[in-house]
């Protein structure tokens, strides 16, 4: 079967593809795929999340690390089912654990192919696709490989250097004709007993919101408690009940469901 019939087929069996991305590293960018992920899930929707960070894979880790992908019948990847409407894949569920990726372009390009068009996703209703931060490769070849998405999450903090980042990040997704969705700002804010402190600032998401006409889709707050969660391989949204944070998340699937039908 020829890469443009699997690709095809692909989009044929998916409703939604959905990216998110980060200007850099180390604003939580996995976090919020992950828990979006889960998110969608038990909001009903059939859900598949595909880590596309080749280098730096954590998706697997946050989701528990005990669920791993097989082969099916056709020689087919069957990834990892991780709740009964959510699948995921990662690069680290198929190599050994500490293995470093040592991979060119080429190389990540193929293994994108595959984890496109040789997966057997089935139906689904979003496939959502962890990118590493920045421009680099993988956002490359999806969206060379897949052509035009649903749209692009835009994950950040509120500080400026960060938002430096986005703005380039923004750009890069704009010249390569896909959509934005709209803006998620991580450790927006941390609840201190009955005070709101800002750690890193106020109004990034509203100033980028502003400056290229689109939605912020959620703020969400910091809580040590989901770090330690995420730590232990378990999903705020499924493990930290009724928290703000948990909220938090809810409240992003419910918009980026809505925004992705728009």
């Known amino acids: 079967m020829s890469e443009d019939i699997k690709i095809a087929e692909l989009r044929k069996n998916v409703k939604h593809f959905i990216a998110v991305l980060s200007g850099k590293g180390g604003v939580g960018k996995t976090t919020v795929a992950v828990n979006l992920s889960t998110a969608l899930a038990e909001n009903g929707y059939k859900v598949g999340l595909l880590d ?7 998706v697997v880790r946050m989701l528990g690390g005990n669920a791993y992908p097989t082969m099916g019948e056709d020689e087919r990847i069957v990834p990892a089912l991780i709740l009964p409407n959510l699948k995921a894949l990662s690069i680290s569920m198929l190599v050994e654990e500490g293995k470093p990726i040592i991979w060119r372009g ?17 139906e689904l209703d979003f496939l ?3 990118l590493p931060p920045g421009t680099g490769d993988e956002a490359l070849s999806l969206f060379q490989v897949l052509g035009t998405i649903d749209g692009v999450i835009i994950v950040t903090t ?12 923004i750009a890069f997704v704009q010249t390569m004709n896909q959509r934005v969705l709209g803006v998620v700002e991580n450790m927006s ?9 800002y750690p890193f600032g106020t109004g990034g998401a509203e100033l980028l919101a502003k400056e290229f006409n ?7 707050p ?3 408690k989901a770090l330690e969660l995420l730590d232990e391989g378990k999903p705020i949204t499924l493990y930290y009940r009724e928290s703000e944070i948990e909220r938090a998340f809810r409240e992003l699937a419910e918009n980026v ?6």
């Open 222 to 224: 910091m809580d040590p």
């Open 189 to 197: 804010y941390m609840r201190c007993k009955d005070e709101i402190v």
């Open 158 to 169: 509120p500080q400026k250097v960060a938002l430096d980042d986005v703005r380039r990040a």
């Open 214 to 220: 689109i939605p912020v889709l959620g703020k969400i």
């Open 128 to 130: 959502i696709f962890d």
């Open 52 to 58: 596309l960070d080749i280098h730096g894979p954590d």
């Open 257 to 262: 469901a809505r925004a992705a039908e728009a």
């Open 106 to 122: 080429p190389l990540k390009h193929t293994a994108i192919k595959q984890f496109l068009g040789d997966t057997d996703w089935g």
